[in-house]
Nanobody, 122 residues
């Protein structure tokens, strides 16, 4: 089992930047990919970004491509989500998750953090 803890959320204005962190502990060697998802009030959880264990492959939702960057520091067992040019529609709870395969389906992720709130005001 992998334990995940997100941090870095907050209240910002449109156009600002934030960097989220996801620190992992436990059986981190057993996971192949780490992803970020988000869920806004009244909406389904949606995929945001994905990165492999090595960091050599990344993938983004169309809605964040060009604005968000996922990266990782394996020495710290931490994955980051750099969010630039934030928009009010980016407002959501952001979750970090770990999966054993390359996938963007939230049902395939076996470990989840508790989430961190990101609020973007217009």
């Amino acid at each position: 089992q992998v334990q995940l803890v997100e941090s870095g959320g907050g209240l910002v204005q449109a156009g600002d930047s934030l960097r989220l962190s996801c620190a992992a502990s436990g059986r981190t060697f057993s996971t192949y990919a780490r992803g970020w998802f988000r869920q806004a009030p009244g909406k389904e959880r949606e995929f945001v970004a994905l990165i492999t264990r090595s960091g050599g492959r990344t993938y983004y939702a169309d809605s964040v491509k060009g604005r968000f960057t996922i990266s990782r520091d394996n020495a710290k067992n931490t994955v980051y989500l750099q969010m630039n040019s934030l928009k009010p529609e980016d407002t959501a709870v952001y979750y970090c998750a770990a999966a054993d395969i390359w996938t963007t389906s939230w049902g395939d992720f076996s470990s989840w953090g508790l989430g961190t709130q990101v609020t973007v005001s217009s």
